[in-house]
């Protein structure tokens, strides 16, 4: 499992953060530099792929972060000198694994699997902590376009949404047990506060999983 966190050159504050925040649930994660330029969610998009194409030629899953991550939860594996034990197995055949999204919209709502720590997921925005799998990785370089920006290929959280949690074949942990920091946001330009998704999104997962 190739392991990455997303981090603009000029943001080492930031990267700072989330390497203490990688210890404190016991991963080692390499840095990505973020791609730049002045349309920001392209360059988003753009560090995604870039991401994408450093586990194809790796050929590994991939485990991909932003800068801002913050864990309220262990993660379902552990990193030892033999790989990773998983005490959380995958559901099979999964495409991609969130350990924390915004689910919230006018749209087709989690459901509950045979798996009680993962719910299926239909929608979702927010990909700061999430596992693709190599299939995954293989669709998303033959089918996101890094290059520009239009109606159908949005900002990568929402082209993902439509893209690839369509197929059924995405989970989200149950409890969700990663957020963003509240910070200025490096693509929009401002403050943002996505805690509520968290606490609400748990709170919601928990009263209707049951």
Known sequence: MLKLCINL???PDRWELAQKEFEKVGLEVQRLSACTGENR??????????????????????LLFEDDVVF?????????NFGYYFYSPFPLNCLTVHFGCNMYGE???PEKTE????????????????????EAVEFILANLDP??????????????????????????HVPMIAYQRIDRSDIWGHETDYTACHIKGN????????
């Open 41 to 62: 969610p392209l360059a988003f998009n753009q560090s995604v792929y870039k991401a994408m194409e450093l586990a194809k030629a790796a050929d590994e899953n991939l």
């Open 107 to 109: 749209w087709k709502l």
């Open 72 to 80: 309220d939860g262990e993660l379902p594996f552990l990193e030892t």
């Open 147 to 172: 290059t520009h920006l239009n109606g159908e290929n949005n900002i990568f959280d929402d082209w993902l949404r439509r893209n690839v949690l369509v197929k059924g074949r995405s989970y989200v």
């Open 9 to 11: 050159d000029s943001r």
């Open 115 to 134: 798996y009680p720590e993962y719910a299926r997921l239909w929608n979702c925005w927010q990909s700061h902590a999430t596992w693709y799998s190599k």
């Open 203 to 210: 709170e919601w997962l928990k009263n209707n999983l049951k």
